[in-house]
């Protein structure tokens, strides 16, 4: 199986330099993708908002240093300080995939309601021209009102939006000349090129658990980015995701199921989730990483023996 | 003097081979700047709007191969098929920033209401910090109404919108924790971190020669980026943008005045627009340069002797 890495776009991590060099070798250590997270903005407190990731991953959270600056065991947002940078993660995409030829590059999660869909559409379909077909989008709905607040967009129908957006751009994505007529986005005949290098456009992945993300999954995705997934709870659920893809008419066995996991996974766990119906992984790593040339390049070579040499036995 | 070229981004010359190709021959011949249009989507026809550009940039028209996708004589928008690839300006600059070390890339012009000021600050600012202070943003306000139609975007509104955004990116890239408060904008400590590399921010230069555009520079832009200016009527419209500067209570001499030149450009012309008070050029072309290597090259040579070196030394 295969397995890419989210370790750069935050704090220490948010730099060019760190994008470049980490990008780079994760590609030869054999990661398959490299993703970027995303807020546009942030804010000092989040009193209108429920933070959903308090749970982590499911799995036994790694050891961290304390200045990491995501920390994967708080209840809260956790941003240790909201004036560390935070990427925007098409240009972090962009940055990595000029620095690398191989590796897929994508967003987990970009929130997709705070932006507009033919820019975007445009955006991504430039890039995935430049690196050959190499991005991955990956969307979510997200969870921050304030965000929202700040940006314009209306908090109450991201969920409508996100469908709406994702619709969109494939018609721009995949139409010679596109149309498109929604609540919130509407167009007649425009042309959008350059076409991603892919025909069917680039693949859409949908981050979240809840069952509204897993519809939207059924019925729009390319694919689904779990990350608070229980191993005991991955079959069960993944074979509800199934059904209702085959219910909304399409064939789940062309989903990519892409499973956040951090450093610390056993290899014994990780083919539970591929029995489950799991088709690759993502290593979610915060505080784990220097920042200096060589001790990225050691601490990949590292990973490349303790995590992707074994991943790519299963 | 400087001068930068404007060669990347709409059909053959959109790909991403291309652009890192030729942006490293500019770089290598002396190019000051990399410019890059903006076109979100296209339309075969444009039955409500006015193409601005009619006039050219007020110097004789170069010969132009007859396949260049852009006709600088042409009087209405005369891209010669609406299916070419026109790349996204700010992945596009990503693209460039990240094949290069020390040529300022810049957008000529990016149509700024059909944006979001908060994604496009963040997207600008990351940009910039990735490459350590190279981005200039060349602004424009837009003529074609049916690409506003498009994106959703008010038309009549353009200019307004266009304002609040320069003051809200500004505030997004210089303060701690930003604040704005305008008519279709509002944010409250917001904060937007990485920072431009440049103090101050990305500059922000306007396009255009209309009265709007010419108080907006003295208003609020960093530089002007004038197309239709002969060279006789320099001097007269040069000093009332500098008035209108000093009357808005800015120093006149802080802006960078970049205008657009074609090949053909006799030392004497750039003398007089120097004299006017022209800061620096960029030379416009579109069909000129050869795809392979030896060619480009070969092409980039002829300019540094006809152009780059002469204009150094004026």
Redesign the interface.
């Known amino acids: 199986m295969k397995i890419g890495i989210t370790c750069g776009g935050i704090g220490p991590y948010?730099?060019?330099a760190f994008?470049?060099a980490s990008a780079k070798a994760a590609e030869l250590a054999g990661f398959a993708h490299y993703w970027m997270p995303d807020h546009?903005?942030?804010?000092?407190a989040y009193p209108a908002s429920t933070y959903p990731y308090a749970q982590g991953s499911g799995q036994a959270l790694p050891e961290q240093s304390n200045d990491a600056p995501l920390q994967f065991g708080d209840d809260t947002y956790a941003n240790v300080d909201?004036?560390?940078?935070?990427?925007?993660p098409?240009?972090?995409m962009?940055?990595a995939a000029?620095?690398t030829s191989t590796l897929e590059v994508g967003t987990n999660i970009l929130v997709l309601p705070?932006?507009?869909p033919?820019?975007l559409a445009?955006?991504?379909?430039?890039?995935d021209?430049?690196?050959?077909g190499r991005v991955l989008l990956g969307v979510g709905v997200g969870w921050a009102k304030e965000e929202f607040?700040?940006?314009?967009a209306d908090f109450s129908l991201r969920g409508k939006r996100t469908d709406e957006a994702i619709i969109a751009m494939r018609a721009?994505w995949t139409q010679?000349?596109s149309s498109f007529a929604g609540t919130?986005?509407?167009?007649?005949?425009?042309?959008?090129?350059?076409k991603p290098c892919r025909r069917e456009g680039i693949p859409v992945l949908i981050g979240g658990e809840s069952k509204a993300a897993m519809r939207r999954v059924a019925q729009l995705g390319d694919g689904w980015l779990p990350y608070n997934l229980p191993i005991d709870q991955a079959g069960r659920v993944i074979a509800e995701l199934k059904a209702m893809t085959r219910d909304a008419g399409r064939n789940p066995e062309m989903l990519r199921i892409v499973k956040i996991i951090y450093s610390n996974a056993c290899p014994d766990d990780l083919r539970r989730y591929r029995d489950a119906g799991v088709t690759e992984f993502n290593m979610a790593s915060s505080g784990e990483l220097p920042t200096d040339e060589a001790g990225i390049q050691a601490k990949f070579a590292e990973w490349r023996d303790s995590i992707v040499g074994p991943v790519e036995k299963i | 003097m400087r001068i930068g070229i404007t060669c990347g981004g709409i059909g053959p010359y959109a790909s991403g081979d291309f652009m890192r190709r030729s942006v490293q021959a500019a770089e290598r011949a002396g190019f000051a700047h990399y410019w890059i249009p903006d076109h979100v989507v296209l339309f075969a026809s444009y039955p409500e709007s006015k193409y601005p550009y009619a006039g050219g940039s007020g110097q004789k028209t170069p010969d132009q191969n007859p396949d260049a996708p852009l006709q600088f004589g042409d009087d209405t928008f005369a891209l010669v098929d609406t299916t070419v690839a026109f790349a996204d300006p700010v992945v596009a600059m990503t693209w460039l920033a990240a094949a290069t070390t020390t040529i300022e890339i810049g957008s000529n012009v990016l149509i700024l209401p059909q944006r979001h000021p908060i994604i496009l600050a963040k997207e600008l600012a990351t940009l910039d910090a990735c490459c350590y202070g190279r981005i200039i943003l060349g602004a424009g306000a837009g003529w074609a109404k049916e690409d506003f139609d498009a994106l959703g975007v008010d038309f009549t509104k353009r200019g307004k919108i266009m304002n609040e955004m320069i003051s809200a990116m500004k505030t997004l890239w210089r303060d701690r924790a930003s604040s704005f408060e305008g008519e279709y904008f509002r944010f409250k400590d917001a904060f937007c971190y990485p920072k431009p590399a440049r103090p101050g921010g990305v500059p922000i230069f306007v396009g255009g020669e209309s009265k709007p555009a010419m108080r907006r520079v003295a208003q609020l832009a960093d530089g002007w980026l004038p197309y239709n200016l002969p060279v006789e009527n320099a001097p007269a419209v040069i000093a009332e943008l500098k008035a209108m500067t000093r009357d808005a209570g800015r120093d006149p001499k802080s802006l960078r005045l970049c205008k657009i030149v074609y090949e053909t450009a006799t030392l004497d012309d750039l003398k007089r627009y120097r004299d006017a008070g022209i800061t620096e050029f960029n030379l416009a072309t579109n069909g000129d340069i050869p795809i392979d290597d030896a060619g480009m090259e070969m092409k980039f040579r002829t300019w540094k002797e006809i152009l780059v070196d002469p204009i150094a030394k004026l």
Not at chain 1, 40 to 44: G, P, S
Not at chain 1, 129 to 132: D, L, R
């Open positions: 948010a730099s060019g994008i470049r546009v903005v942030q804010l000092a909201p004036r560390n940078p935070l990427i925007d098409v240009i972090g962009a940055w000029a620095a705070q932006r507009n033919v820019v445009k955006e991504l379909a430039s890039l021209t430049f690196s050959s607040d700040a940006t314009g721009l010679a000349v919130f986005d509407r167009f007649t005949d425009v042309y959008s090129y350059p």
